[in-house]
T-cell receptor, first 111, second 114 residues
Framework: DGGITQSPKYLFRKEGQNVTLSCEQN?????MYWYRQDPGQGLRLIYY???????QKGDIAEGYSVSREKKESFPLTVTSAQKNPTAFYLCASSIGPGTQYFGPGTRLTVL | KNEVEQSPQNLTAQEGEFITINCSYSVGISALHWLQQHPGGGIVSLFMLSSGKKKHGRLIATINIQEKHSSLHITASHPRDSAVYIC????????????????FGKGTLLTVNP
């Protein structure tokens, strides 16, 4: 079964700790994306990667970091520098600029 | 910047009703997406269109490029259609450049009662 997975579904962390969210896809897509969703707001792009070993900042990259060492994987680290990290995080992938396929999301709560 | 507005924000309907959700945007686009987000949070892509009309089952999406407006229609609505419907537009961030952006609307929460 091809698809995109995110883990864990729910994540709790103490303030000041870095946390890494996993995103894996077996769709053989070159492009991968991380979005943040907050209540009452549209999805906002954090980082994206169009190819392995390359990634670009999105609209709200401050306080986040990513890596793209493998085509299948695009982990997102929420650092202690992110002032308001509690949110729903969605990963997506696509073949070029076409339809994006979304993962199930990770809900991060910082206590 | 491309402003994407959806209306209504919330919509409650009775099973069987015809539903219309609207999306308007401010800057010319190359494509528009309609997405569905269920209560668990996962998002499914329903349509990608750049002109005219597309139909899939009870769902119909239309777009008017000149008016910068799209509609998503649901015929014979059912409680399982209850979800948040999101419009997203793909547009060129710089004139003549190859940098495209995807801007999302805030979503329309649809509740269909039995």
């Amino acid at each position: 079964d091809g698809g995109i997975t995110q883990s864990p579904k729910y994540l709790f962390r103490k303030e000041g700790q870095n946390v890494t969210l996993s995103c894996e896809q077996n769709l053989n897509h070159d492009a991968m994306y991380w979005y943040r969703q907050d209540p009452g707001q549209g999805l906002r792009l954090i980082y994206y990667s169009q190819i392995v070993n390359d990634f670009q900042k999105g609209d709200i990259a401050e306080g986040y970091s990513v890596s793209r060492e493998k085509k299948e994987s695009f982990p997102l680290t929420v650092t202690s520098a992110q002032k308001n990290p509690t949110a729903f995080y969605l990963c997506a992938s696509s073949i070029g600029p076409g339809t994006q396929y979304f993962g199930p999301g990770t809900r991060l709560t910082v206590l | 910047k491309n402003e994407v507005e959806q209306s209504p924000q919330n919509l409650t309907a009775q099973e069987g009703e015809f539903i219309t959700i609207n999306c308007s945007y401010s800057v010319g686009i190359s494509a528009l997406h309609w997405l569905q987000q269920h209560p668990g949070g996962g998002i499914v892509s329903l349509f990608m269109l750049s002109s005219g009309k597309k139909k899939h089952g009870r769902l119909i999406a239309t777009i008017n490029i000149q008016e910068k407006h799209s509609s998503l229609h649901i015929t014979a609505s059912h409680p399982r259609d209850s979800a948040v419907y999101i419009c997203a537009v793909r547009w060129r961030a710089e004139s003549g450049g190859s940098n495209y952006k995807l801007t999302f609307g805030k979503g329309t929460l649809l509740t269909v009662n039995p």
